[in-house]
Structures are given as structure tokens and as C-alpha cells.
């Protein structure tokens, strides 16, 4: 399967998270893809906070996005993002959420370049069996978006 392997997940990672409603995005270079993106409408795993982030309905969330080493410094990652959200629109979607991890500042870079905005940071502790989080606006944010952040992360479903 092309995608998988583009993605380097196995085929069937890739067909589970196709037959849940995710799909892969991606921009072809010379026939292969060099970046891709995954975009949700419903729940998804979020590894870094060990939990789910839930889009409110007319919401999506892009996550898992790669590209290949060969492929970066080109602004290609921005150019995806920008075209995933531009269909999307098309699509109805009236809202787009993306995450980065604070150190991965390619990523964050990709991201701002890509028109995202900062919503706020989401500061996750855990303590033995107990997880606790936390959103931390950021300054610039409306407060309509940090709290649609902050349901995201609380409607968390508890099955993994």
C-alpha cells in the first residue's frame, strides 16, 4: 500500500486509520510523495499527551505529518498544510487544529509558515495512575478558541 509506506506505518495502521474516517493528504515530488499529512473529523490518539483530542463537529485535526529528509527546506510541509486546509474549507470545515511538540521548531517554523496561529500550550503531568492537564493560552488567542481547545482535550473518551 502507497500510503503506508509513504508514511512508514504498517498496512494495517494505515487501513485502521482509514476505515475510522482518517485520511492521508500528501504532495508527490517527482511522482513520490514527499509530505503527507493525516486529517481527522472525530476522536483521535494523541501519543505526547497519552490521551484523545475530540474536534468539535465542523472542526478537523491534522497530526502525523512527515517529510522526507530529501525533501525538506523546500517549504513543502507549509504548502501541504496550506492546500489540506484550503480543501477542507471546500469541504465545510469551518475550523483546523494542529499540534506541534515545543521543541521540534522545524515543525512549529512549518506550521507558522503555514498561516496556524498559536491557541495555547497543553501542559500534560502525570502522577502514578493519575494525568492531568493543562491548557496555557497564549497571549494573542480568543478566548472562544482556547476554550474550544480546552472541551477538545476534556471530552476525551476513556478507551484507548
Known sequence: MAIARATD??????????????RCLALSVDGDFATT???SEGKE??????????????????????????????????LLLRQ????????????VWI?????NWRSVRGVTRAGFRPVGAVVCARFVCFRTLWVVPAPTAAPDL???LREGLTRIPSEP
Request: charged share 25%; with cysteine; glycine share 10%.
Open 45 to 78: 490518539w494523541v501519543g505526547e499527551l497519552d490521551g484523545w483530542f475530540v474536534p468539535s463537529p465542523g472542526d478537523a485535526y491534522i497530526w502525523d505529518c512527515a517529510t522526507r529528509p530529501s525533501c525538506r527546506g523546500h517549504h513543502l510541509y507549509p
Open 84 to 95: 489540506t486546509v484550503r480543501r477542507l474549507g471546500q469541504e465545510g470545515i469551518r475550523r
Open 146 to 148: 482556547v476554550r474550544s
Open 99 to 103: 499540534a506541534t511538540e515545543w521543541h
Open 37 to 39: 499529512c493525516w486529517v
Open 9 to 22: 506505518h504498517t498496512a494495517t495502521e494505515t487501513a485502521l486509520r482509514l476505515a475510522r474516517g482518517s
